[in-house]
């Protein structure tokens, strides 16, 4: 992927963390094929992969192939990620991303075992740049097609 939409990407992730997540191949219309609005968790120094808080009742909480769909908050930056949806058993990443606003979503403390920290690692991404700018504009009013190039895909680290 063209460094320039990678970081397009990850920036407007960071600046608007949410995405509509669900499970993968979960063909029939079921609780596990609806897409759930969450909250990305991310570190900037982890390549390609974000976390995810949930309940342990949740039906994204059993894992596996995942899909998320992003719009950042401009739609200027859109994408489809794909990736494995897997449990984070290290402590220090729970605690470094458990804070008062993921907590007021639980009943009680972090030791309640309810909250699940699932990590997203991202197979695959496809995304897409909206050119908001001058030219972008004149080329939508005078019909001129727009520039190849806003668009691309591949592995996002």
Same mark, same amino acid.
């Given at each position: 992927?063209?460094?320039?939409? !990678?970081?397009?990407?990850?920036?407007? *992730?960071?600046?608007s +963390?949410?995405?509509?997540? %669900?499970?993968?191949?979960?063909?029939? %219309?079921?609780?596990?094929?609806?897409?759930? +609005?969450?909250?990305?968790?991310?570190?900037s120094?982890?390549?390609?992969?974000? $976390? #995810?808080f949930?309940? !342990?009742?949740?039906?994204?909480a059993?894992? @596996? +192939?995942?899909?998320?769909? #992003?719009?950042?908050?401009?739609?200027?930056?859109?994408?489809? *990620?794909? @990736?494995? *949806?897997?449990?984070?058993?290290?402590? &220090?990443?729970?605690? !470094?991303? #458990?804070?008062e606003?993921?907590?007021a $979503? #639980?009943?009680?403390?972090? &030791?309640?075992?309810?909250? *699940?920290?699932?990590?997203?690692?991202?197979?695959n991404?496809?995304? $897409?740049?909206?050119?908001?700018w001058?030219?972008?504009?004149?080329?939508?009013?005078?019909?001129?097609?727009?520039?190849?190039?806003?668009?691309?895909? @591949? +592995?996002?680290?």
């Amino acid at each position: 992927m063209k460094p320039e939409i !990678r970081d397009a990407f990850w920036q407007a *992730l960071a600046r608007s +963390p949410i995405v509509m997540l %669900r499970l993968a191949g979960a063909g029939e %219309r079921t609780e596990h094929a609806l897409a759930n +609005p969450m909250t990305a968790q991310i570190d900037s120094n982890a390549a390609g992969c974000v $976390w #995810f808080f949930m309940s !342990r009742d949740s039906a994204l909480a059993a894992g @596996g +192939p995942a899909q998320a769909d #992003f719009s950042a908050t401009g739609h200027d930056v859109f994408a489809v *990620l794909e @990736g494995e *949806l897997v449990e984070e058993v290290d402590p &220090a990443v729970f605690d !470094r991303f #458990f804070t008062e606003e993921v907590a007021a $979503w #639980f009943v009680g403390d972090k &030791a309640s075992d309810e909250a *699940l920290l699932m990590r997203f690692d991202i197979a695959n991404a496809e995304v $897409w740049m909206k050119d908001l700018w001058v030219s972008g504009l004149l080329r939508c009013l005078t019909g001129q097609a727009q520039q190849k190039g806003d668009h691309d895909s @591949g +592995p996002i680290s």
